[in-house]
């Protein structure tokens, strides 16, 4: 719907975050270029949009603004326009005067602007637009543009750039434009060097000679530096282009804000800011009045020192003289010498040469950005000169630096010192305790303050495992190939220590713990003994085997590289062999397992992906291992699994009966699908009031192959569920147990079995803890407990948008999960590009009971009577009894439709639209009735949240076009668009569809096939599924099955409409019309 | 507090204050800390190697007070600069903006001494009427130059007639001729004119990749916590050399209270910054 958007802004009268928002609309005219003044961004928000958009986000900006926009006055700043760069943000903070305004705040930004043939210009691109690479599109020049917004201080900004999210790893997070996340980023940044203390207070002169007290950052440490380098090459072109002056003859190539100032801009104003915010509270000592002036001037929102210029010039002195070492890499508001130091002293750490003990620390210059540049001390010395070119590079002051690097150094790291006492110190001498030291502590505060450190590879700290002491590996299952596996079951393994990929004997241990030394040098590579290893390996070896073991699940881990420590030693090379081996291979790799064709039984066709998926079930069940098959939505995950059933049957694997739960609205679905594509398969659907419990039931189940039941039931007759011994459990619709709280996830996980599959085609809807619930369905334990997931992967995923940690779960769930999309280049491949579905829904009992009554009044009216005034009534009577099967409330002419619980058919497309959406796709949905559309329109608003557009008879041709525009173009527009089949049957191009739906039936295929090919245009892209929703034990049923046996003749044939239903006679009539109760579902939850 | 002053007063200040108190004339100069703690004096400036101060007298004009040392000859300082090249270390310190501990060590190599021994050696004028040296102008003078030599101790330098800049130039090109014998490494160097001028270069505008940013959040800012260890760049660059009160007196000097309010000031700010962090969608 609407995409934020906003920058740093540097401003002689305060910094600050300009924000804006950008919605699509259809924009007609083409702006002019000649006009003089800087037209408005046609896109862009209006302030009361924006404010309105930002608290649908829950997103505040601070009080001041909200208040302000409801009356009228829009903000700006206004006579503090010559303060003091932070100056009216203080102000502001401290209550006294607010942003005072008249005038409109807004802003000129250039942007992409695509020049039209006439030379013209057109609308700026969407930013959200998806296609940018037609080939067709205009050239775009960047043109200034006008946009209404906020300006934020820079407290307010890091208050509202905390609050955005900081992936996009949801979609609903999508609203943040790049350049606003690229902010919320580095936002993240300045609270990282606030929380590490890297900031120092100052004096700032300004032009006016008044001093300023400040807090400035201080960009020392090498992370620091090279993040400052990565930001600003990273910066999108979109936060550069404000206020930017386009001369006519610089179009080519105008001055944009250099990315580096931007950012420093923006460190220099939070960082102030946030420590006087938080500082403040510390209560401030008794000095000296000038330096009790300047601490107070550092922690209250006034900044100005204003003493006597000479003793402020002795502070200001004193303030220098202390901050020399640092003096580089602190930002200041005036000269920025950042960047610009491109060499600093660096310390290279070299082992002893052959037959020595002690190492060295060679002293050398290294090149900030790349630190395998070195110069050492020996050409430095050799080289006094004002400028040194080495290698291609020019280094100022080579002395100077190296010299300076050396004395700053030597506060950190005091060994350095006898060294220095030389007249040209090239390196001192280490003990390997005192490298150890110098490994585990100094190293890095060198490296935080601006020095350069080299170590050799093995003794780099960090996830590398090359220098560690290790184990490895080498597993086999227990035990012959006939025995059924699990997860659990122990594996026959051997276990070595080693160092790299190079294998310890426990002689060699034995002799490297003699040498007494934290460091040793394995097969030429040196490693640090970490005493913890050491310990761990001690006590390994003093263990006998047998005590020690390893199960499946051990070896997953350890292939799909997240745990890699066994007893507290680090695993350095896991491998498997004999039947392990196929079986991880295939799991890490499910493109590995063989196609299985569909058993005979199997009443159909599998296309190509679904006898990968077979053959993908059929392996996972033979290892015991929970399946989840995740196929997206018409992908045909119930045949798939049908097949499945069928094919344990045909290898006498069904000892004993499968239990498939499901949502009450597909029951009667299921039992459809099982009859047609896998008749052999013994089923019973366990449903209804007459259904049997206890004993009656563990006897009905007998001999069964399949019970399918609701998760409503699996809770409420746990008991009964509970004691029989299922050969499997099978979750449809899986989602159904994302909270694992609830009741029904509580009573399935309970239920014994030796195979689990969970079948959904959205294995994460909203948060990560769903596809917890469901792996712990599926594998109970393997992605630990609920608290550790959350932990571990929930918390830094969701939030942070960590990628580390998305990986790694990625590799954990990957051999459990078989996820095909209909998007997928070699699935569209296997797909025709329509697939007519029909979906069977069942009633509710509110539906039932006014099927019946109006089903028994309407007949006995009906036979009394003859010629057109039966016709009329037979006709009236139909489009009642569809109206009951659409939903009560429609036949009853209620204002609202209350609960979904009272229409089948509702459930069903809510659930259906729910799985659509989340999958990224658009739905048209028709109906034959308007007032249905608008019943439906506002429950899918503001029951579900989702936007619906709904056209029909007497909406006007503008809003028509409008909408069919939005629907078509507008990235964020709505996704579902309702469509009576009269008014939006015919003329219409809606492409951007991929779902349609047939909500209620004109039992005319010719008209619903028109409706269908609005979707079918020219543009159409993507395979396009047609679900027709029929509900089950009505007449809709039996008229579908009636025009279903006719289609096989000639589509287009069949007899129009429903006129042949008033040739019915009584009898007929009412078998036609007759309810089969077993259709109901009972009114549950 | 005794101890925290002790610590917190470099020996090059201290020194000077030893000077002051163990001189024949401490009488006069008790009074003349009282003076200067009135604020009577009104400036100092170091001019070249003078010290330049106006006093507030009993005349409505300051009276001029100017201080001066001996200055050591150039071929003095020629020996002075020599041994300071003999250690690496005076270079980096000096370079790192610290004062050498062991800097009296070159002066005594050589014969000299940075400070006086004696009040005597110091040449001081006042324009007042009292004919008694040193008056309590020059006194209240005195008092406050041991401040001036703590917030920047090279003004001793410069009082003996060498800046440190002078200093760290003469170094320079004494390890320039000391190496001049090595062969051919001039062509190293390059003319100020020719070298090529290193600026950075913003990148130029990405207008078909304009608003696109896909980084994920860079993995060691996904958790934020303060440093490792507690020590802070206040560690690093240690206590700020602030000016006491403008008496020389014990125990005045704000330095101490100065960096224990910056210490709480950072470690509530790191403390914050870590749970705003942390809490950041409550």
Redesign the interface.
Same mark, same amino acid.
């Given at each position: 719907m609407a995409v934020l958007h906003g920058s740093w802004l540097l401003q002689p009268q305060g910094s600050c975050l300009f924000i804006w928002g950008e919605t699509w609309r259809r924009v007609s005219r083409v702006v002019s270029s000649q006009t003089d003044s800087v037209p408005p961004h046609p896109l862009g928000m209006r302030q009361e949009e924006l404010t309105s958009f930002l608290r649908s986000r829950s997103v505040s900006i601070g009080e001041s603004r909200s208040l302000s926009v409801g009356d009228s006055r829009s903000l700006a700043i206004g006579k503090e326009a010559s303060a003091r760069p932070g100056k009216e943000s203080r102000a502001s903070r401290s209550g006294g005067e607010k942003w005072h305004t008249q005038a409109k705040l807004s802003v000129e930004i250039a942007l992409p602007t695509p020049i039209l043939g006439s030379g013209e210009m057109g609308s700026p691109e969407y930013s959200a637009k998806t296609d940018k690479d037609s080939t067709d599109a205009p050239p775009l020049q960047l043109q200034l543009w006008k946009v209404e917004g906020f300006y934020l201080d820079p407290l307010e900004a890091v208050k509202f750039l905390q609050a955005l999210p900081l992936g996009s790893f949801k979609a609903n997070d999508a609203y943040v434009g790049g350049d606003l996340r690229f902010w919320s980023h580095v936002c993240r940044w300045s609270l990282d060097l606030l929380a590490r203390c890297k900031f120092l207070p100052g004096l700032h002169r300004e032009l006016d000679n008044s001093v300023a007290a400040r807090w400035q950052p201080l960009l020392d440490s090498a992370v620091d530096q090279a993040r400052l380098e990565k930001f600003a090459t990273k910066m999108p072109a979109a936060c550069r282009t404000y206020q930017l002056d386009l001369g006519l003859t610089e179009q080519e190539n105008p001055k944009s804000i250099d990315p580096q100032e931007l950012l420093l801009g923006f460190l220099s104003s939070t960082i102030d800011a946030q420590v006087r915010a938080w500082g403040g509270a510390t209560s401030l000592p008794t000095t000296e009045p000038l330096v009790s002036q300047w601490l107070q001037a550092l922690s209250t929102a006034s900044d100005t020192v204003e003493a006597d210029p000479g003793a402020v010039a002795r502070l200001e002195a004193a303030l220098k003289a202390w901050t020399t070492p640092v003096q580089e890499n602190l930002v200041t508001l005036v000269s920025q010498e950042l960047g610009q130091k491109l060499f600093r002293a660096c310390f290279l750490l070299q082992p002893p040469k052959s037959g020595g003990t002690d190492w060295t620390l060679e002293y050398c210059l290294q090149a900030v950005d790349d630190p395998e540049f070195l110069v050492d001390a020996e050409t430095i010395w050799n080289h006094p000169v004002e400028r040194l070119v080495e290698r291609g590079r020019t280094i100022e002051h080579p002395q100077e630096t190296f010299l300076k690097g050396l004395g700053l150094a030597l506060r950190l790291y005091p060994p350095i010192e006898t060294s220095l006492h030389e007249p040209r110190p090239v390196s001192c001498r280490l003990t390997p305790i005192e490298v150890y030291e110098f490994i585990k502590a100094s190293a890095w505060r060198l490296q935080d303050t601006g020095l350069g450190v080299v170590l050799p590879p093995s003794l780099m700290p960090g996830k590398d495992l090359s220098g560690r002491l290790g184990l490895k590996i080498r597993a086999d299952v227990q035990g012959g190939k006939k025995d059924r596996l699990g997860l659990q079951s122990l594996l026959k393994f051997n276990l070595e220590l080693a160092i790299g990929d190079k294998t310890v004997s426990k002689k060699e241990f034995d002799r490297l713990m003699a040498l007494k030394t934290p460091l040793v040098e394995v097969n030429g590579e040196w490693i640090a003994l970490q005493p913890q290893d050491v310990r761990a390996a001690e006590a390994i070896l003093a263990t006998r085997p047998e005590q020690l073991s390893l199960s499946v699940e051990d070896a997953l881990r350890l292939s799909t590289g997240d745990s890699k420590t066994i007893e507290k030693l680090p695993v350095v090379s896991f491998e498997a062999s004999g039947v392990l081996q196929e079986l991880i291979t295939n799991l890490t790799n499910n493109q590995a397992i063989a196609p299985l064709e569909a058993p005979a039984s199997f009443r159909g066709q599998l296309r190509p992906y679904q006898e990968r998926g077979l053959g993908w079930l059929a392996f996972l069940e033979r290892w015991g291992l929970g399946a989840c098959l995740a196929d997206d939505m018409g992908l045909g995950k119930t045949v798939e699994l049908i097949a499945f059933l069928l094919h344990l049957k045909e290898q006498e694997a069904l000892e004993n009966p499968t239990l498939l739960v499901c949502p009450t609205s597909v029951l009667g679905n299921w039992e459809r699908e099982v009859h047609k594509f896998g008749p052999t398969l013994k089923t019973l659907v366990h449903h209804g009031d007459k259904r049997d419990k206890g004993k009656a039931f563990a006897k009905a189940v007998k001999g069964k192959d399949l019970i399918v039941t609701s998760y409503a039931l699996a809770f409420r007759d746990a008991k009964t569920l509970e004691s029989i011994s299922w050969q499997g459990v099978v979750l449809d619709e899986a989602q159904n147990i994302k909270n694992p709280e609830a009741k029904q996830s509580q009573a399935v996980r309970q239920l014994p079995a030796s195979f689990r599959i969970a079948l959904t085609g959205t294995p994460v809807e909203n948060r990560l803890s769903e596809l917890w619930s469901i792996l712990d369905f599926l594998n109970p334990g393997y992605l630990g407990t609920r608290q550790f997931f959350q932990r571990r992967f929930a918390m830094p995923i969701e939030k942070y948008g960590d990628r580390d940690s998305l990986q790694t779960l990625r590799s954990l769930v990957q051999p459990f999960i078989l996820r095909r999309l209909k998007t997928d280049r070699e699935i569209i491949q296997d797909l025709p590009e329509k697939q007519e579905m029909n979906i069977f829904c069942g009633l509710s009992s509110e539906q039932a009971a006014l099927y019946q009554k109006i089903v028994d009044q309407s007949l006995a009216e009906i036979e009394q009577e003859g010629g057109i005034k039966r016709r009329g009534m037979i006709l009236t009577l139909l489009l009642r009894l569809k109206q009951i099967c659409n939903h009560p409330a429609q036949y009853l002419k209620e204002n609202t439709l209350g609960s979904s619980q009272r229409s089948g058919k509702l459930r069903r497309l809510e659930e259906m639209l729910e799985e659509a959406i989340s999958e990224g796709d658009r739905a048209l949905v028709f109906t034959q009735f308007a007032e249905w559309g608008k019943l439906l329109q506002p429950y899918l608003q503001e029951k579900r949240g989702w936007e619906t557009l709904f056209l029909y008879g007497s909406t006007k041709k503008q809003q028509r076009e409008e909408m069919i525009d939005r629907f078509q173009n507008d990235p964020e527009g709505p996704r579902i668009f309702i469509l009576s089949l009269k008014a939006g049957g015919t003329g219409l191009n809606l492409t951007r569809a991929n779902h349609v739906f047939h909500f209620d039936r004109w039992w005319n295929p010719a008209v619903e096939n028109q409706a269908t090919d609005r979707v079918f245009r020219i543009g159409q892209t993507r395979n396009v599924q047609v679900h027709k929703f029929v509900s089950t034990g009505t007449l809709e049923e039996k008229i579908n099955d009636i025009i279903e046996s006719k289609k096989q003749l000639a589509e287009q044939t069949v007899d129009a409409g429903e006129q042949w239903l008033t040739e019915l006679d009584t009898d007929q009539l009412r078998s036609l019309l007759l309810l089969d109760r077993s259709a109901v579902i009972d009114e549950e939850e | 507090m005794n101890n925290n002053e002790i610590q917190s007063r470099e020996w090059w200040a201290q020194q000077w204050v030893d000077l002051l108190e163990t001189s024949r004339f401490k009488k006069r100069l008790e009074r003349a800390r009282n003076y200067a703690k009135q604020g009577n004096v009104l400036?100092i400036d170091f001019q070249a190697a003078k010290v330049l101060a106006k006093v507030q007298g009993t005349e409505a004009e300051p009276y001029q007070v100017s201080i001066s040392l001996d200055l050591f000859s150039d071929e003095d300082w020629g020996y002075l600069i020599e041994t300071m090249?003999?250690?690496?270390?005076f270079?980096?310190? +000096? +370079?790192? *903006?610290?004062m050498p501990h062991n800097i009296q060590d070159v002066f005594s190599a050589n014969g000299l001494s940075l400070f006086p021994f004696k009040l005597s050696e110091i040449h001081s004028r006042c324009s007042c009427p009292d004919k008694e040296i040193p008056c309590k102008h020059i006194g209240a003078v005195y008092y406050l130059l041991s401040d001036?030599f703590s917030?920047?101790p090279f003004v001793l330098f410069q009082l003996r007639g060498r800046t440190k800049e002078q200093i +760290?130039e003469a170094l320079?090109q004494l390890?320039?001729g000391?190496?001049s014998q090595?062969e051919g490494? #001039?062509k190293? #160097? !390059?003319p100020?004119a020719e070298?090529?001028q =290193?600026s950075?270069q913003? &990148?130029? @505008?990405?207008?078909? &990749?304009?608003? #696109?940013?896909?980084?994920? /959040?860079? %993995?060691? /800012?996904? =958790? !934020?916590?303060?440093?490792?260890?507690s020590?802070?760049? @206040?560690d690093? @660059? *240690?206590p !700020?050399? +602030? $000016?006491?009160? *403008?008496t020389g007196t014990a125990g005045?000097n %704000?330095t101490p209270?100065?960096m &224990?309010? /910056?210490d %709480?000031?950072?470690k509530?700010?790191?403390q &914050? $910054?870590?749970l %705003? $962090?942390l809490n950041?969608?409550e």
């Open positions: - | 400036s090249s003999q250690q690496a270390i270079s980096a310190k +000096l +370079l790192a *903006g610290e001036r917030e920047d +760290l320079r390890r320039r000391n190496s090595v490494e #001039e190293n #160097e !390059i100020d070298a090529s =290193v950075r913003p &990148q130029p @505008l990405n207008i078909n &990749q304009f608003w #696109e940013y896909n980084e994920p /959040l860079d %993995s060691s /800012l996904v =958790v !934020i916590v303060p440093a490792p260890n020590d802070t760049v @206040l690093v @660059l *240690g !700020i050399p +602030l $000016a006491s009160d *403008g005045s %704000s209270a100065v &224990q309010y /910056l %709480s000031v950072y509530a700010v790191s &914050q $910054a870590f %705003s $962090a950041r969608d």
